[in-house]
């Protein structure tokens, strides 16, 4: 069998996984911070960790994932470079919407949820809240107090990175050198620049937060980070085997969790680090001010399926950046719809998985491509290989099949589908996008997929040509 070799960040290679227990996989993500509404570059991070999960499973290890809901402590200095700055994202989502941070948090990491279903994303074994671990964090700064490692100033307890010689090698930097690039300093009590808050003090004299709780330096709330650290630790240990999350975690959120966490119990946190790229659109950077921070709900309102979504981003492998286009969109659902055209005419072909074999060779293909660091491209590549070639109908579903346990398309929910009947302007609106397909007008080919979308329908470009089917996700317009 094919070795499975990971990217790790710290040291910048690819390694053979070795588990610290033999079949066993403790794996970590970083969950959302929810304050608002998941968009689809943040879908992007948690689809290439459920593949990593998956592959992990289809190498036969036996998987404990645990991951968190930020839902306190990540102040909205982070987008400017200092994470201990500004204030409380959930604070601000509540000021903004005049609801309570509790009912925010607990709308959004459902909204999470509800997308990572329709994602066919696998829900962690473990989901654990920042806001229901508090003594954990408190006991963590305690013993890092306790250890030296944390100093006093008026608006919260830091940590020392100086006492910390291997600060920064996650990022292949040395402090000194972290020090020479440093940005201009926000708080002039830190002894360090890279020094980070463990516990923040409630501003004084201002109106009460809604998050905050009692401590022995004061009332207050955790630091972002700390959050990570506590909650591995509880239900993974230290060490454990590989922490995943996006590349923005790489320069400060994580190097600063390896930080607290070896410091306080003097041995290393996670033996993988693995992070996943960003996503842009149109070319650009994706973000709320540039207005292209779509989220799922956007993409099925035009008419695409969500799993067309994570086909398209199964097209690329996941350290490199994705360029979202509404163009590359629609290519993955037609795409994703062939290769439910093949499942439908193996069924039609008396095809039954239960009576077929999953062919060895096909499997092997796959697997090598996955095991080398998640080259799902390439593994893509093998599927529609075998796919196009002639095999019995049976072996055809049950491989394919198999190979849906990392691809997460559900094809075993595909069935032999007849002709649907569909009214006459449904038929009308097909036609004429079609005919703006065929003359590359994919501007007016999109807008006339978002009526046949408000109509109830979706549209399957097949290769007998685009047919409409009845949406299970919206309910047709008036």
């Not at 990971?6 to 996989?25: A, H, I, Q, S």
């Not at 708080?187 to 463990?198: G, I, M, S, T, V």
Request: aromatic share 8%; proline share 5%; glycine share 8%.
């Amino acid at each position: 069998m094919a070795t499975l070799k990971l990217f790790n960040t710290l040291g910048r290679r690819k390694e053979e996984l070795k588990p610290l227990r033999d079949n066993e996989v403790g794996l970590y993500t970083c969950g959302p911070t929810v304050y608002d509404y998941a968009h689809i570059g943040n879908l992007r991070t948690y689809i290439f960790e459920d593949i990593l999960r998956r592959v992990l499973e289809y190498n036969n290890y036996k998987v404990k994932h645990v991951m968190n809901i930020t839902d306190v402590g990540h102040l909205t200095g982070d987008n400017l470079g200092d994470a201990d700055i500004g204030e409380d994202r959930m604070e601000i989502s509540a000021q903004r919407t005049g609801k309570s941070a509790w009912d925010l948090a607990k709308l959004y990491t459902e909204a999470f949820f509800k997308d990572t279903e329709r994602l066919n994303i696998l829900k962690p074994h473990i989901v654990c809240k920042a806001t229901d671990h508090i003594p954990e964090q408190i006991a963590l700064v305690r013993k890092l107090e306790a250890k030296g490692y944390t100093y006093k100033t008026s608006d919260g307890i830091y940590f020392d990175v100086s006492k910390f010689p291997t600060y920064g090698e996650l990022v292949g930097q040395s402090l000194k050198e972290k020090k020479a690039g440093a940005r201009v300093e926000v708080n002039p009590e830190k002894r360090n620049p890279a020094d980070f808050a463990l516990w923040k003090f409630s501003p004084k004299g201002a109106k009460r937060r809604q998050m905050e709780w009692e401590s022995p330096w004061g009332v207050g709330f955790p630091g972002w980070h700390i959050e990570c650290s506590a909650m591995s630790t509880k239900y993974l240990g230290q060490p454990f085997d590989i922490h995943c999350g996006g590349v923005d975690h790489i320069y400060t959120h994580h190097p600063n969790e390896i930080a607290q966490s070896e410091a306080a119990e003097g041995v290393k946190m996670a033996n993988f680090w693995l992070h996943g790229e960003f996503m842009t659109v149109e070319g650009r950077r994706m973000g709320k001010s540039e207005g292209n921070a779509y989220l799922l709900e956007e993409l099925i309102e035009r008419g695409f399926k969500p799993l067309a979504f994570r086909y398209l981003c199964l097209n690329t492998h996941y350290r490199i950046q994705l360029n979202f286009t509404w163009q590359a969109l629609e290519g993955a659902q037609t795409a994703l719809e062939r290769l439910r055209e093949h499942v439908r005419n193996a069924r039609a072909n008396g095809g039954e998985p239960a009576q077929g074999k999953v062919l060895p060779e096909a499997r092997e293909r796959f697997l090598v491509a996955l095991n080398d660091d998640l080259n799902l491209p390439q593994a893509l590549g093998a599927v529609w290989d075998f796919v196009r070639s002639q095999r019995n109908p049976s072996d055809k579903l049950a491989t394919l099949l198999d190979l849906d346990r990392v691809l997460g398309l559900r094809l075993s929910e595909v069935r032999r589908e007849a002709e649907l009947e569909i009214s006459p302007e449904v038929q009308e609106l097909l036609a004429q996008r079609e005919a703006a397909r065929t003359a590359k007008n994919f501007k007016e080919a999109d807008a006339l997929r978002m009526k046949i979308a408000e109509l109830g329908y979706e549209v399957l470009d097949t290769p007998q040509g685009p047919k409409a089917a009845k949406r299970s996700d919206a309910t047709p317009k008036p």
